[in-house]
């Protein structure tokens, strides 16, 4: 079961963060700021997989964002590497080439894409697909909402 998704640069700032259990704040910090740390120093041929404490952590470099997936430890590392590129796919279909600024301006957007993957750390959705279709009515329903405003005001 997936613990937590990160997302940060190669600076180490973070862009989305998603915690899928309770954890105290000052925790959250703690692992943040370590496990950035830890995958910041390694190098680039080295093993995608850490041990952290009582957890395995997956993660993977795309251009200059790092995807960063905590796991249970028996948890498949593969299925995880899995997720996070297709994650990424769904970002990169609808952004057409998604980069760190995307992320950045239109974070809703990134956090409803990985809601629609991922719900309550399990995989919800394996279909790009239904995932974007579910996103195109979401953003039909946010442009009518829009409009309908505009037209009262």
């Given at each position: 079961?997936?613990?937590?998704?990160?997302?940060?640069?190669?600076?180490?700032?973070?862009?989305?963060?998603?915690?899928?259990?309770?954890?105290?704040?000052?925790?959250?910090?703690?692992?943040?700021?370590?496990?950035?740390?830890?995958?910041?120093?390694?190098?680039?041929?080295?093993?995608?997989?850490?041990?952290?404490?009582?957890?395995?952590?997956?993660?993977?470099?795309?251009?200059?964002?790092?995807?960063?997936?905590?796991?249970?430890?028996?948890?498949?590392?593969?299925?995880?590497?899995?997720?996070?590129?297709?994650?990424?796919?769904?970002?990169?279909?609808?952004?057409?080439?998604?980069?760190?600024?995307?992320?950045?301006?239109?974070?809703?957007?990134?956090y409803y894409i990985l809601d629609e993957l991922v719900l309550g750390g399990e995989i919800q959705e394996t279909s790009k697909k239904t995932v974007l279709k579910a996103i195109a009515t979401q953003d039909r329903e946010e442009e009518e909402e829009l409009s309908g405003k505009s037209?009262?005001?």
């Open positions: 079961m997936i613990q937590y998704i990160f997302l940060f640069s190669r600076h180490g700032k973070c862009r989305l963060q998603h915690w899928y259990h309770a954890v105290p704040s000052k925790d959250k910090k703690r692992i943040y700021r370590d496990l950035v740390s830890l995958i910041l120093s390694r190098k680039s041929r080295m093993c995608h997989f850490l041990e952290y404490k009582d957890m395995k952590v997956v993660y993977k470099r795309y251009a200059s964002l790092f995807f960063c997936v905590g796991i249970d430890t028996n948890d498949n590392e593969l299925i995880v590497l899995e997720i996070i590129h297709r994650y990424v796919d769904l970002l990169d279909k609808y952004f057409g080439s998604v980069c760190e600024l995307d992320v950045i301006f239109n974070y809703e957007k990134a037209k009262t005001s």
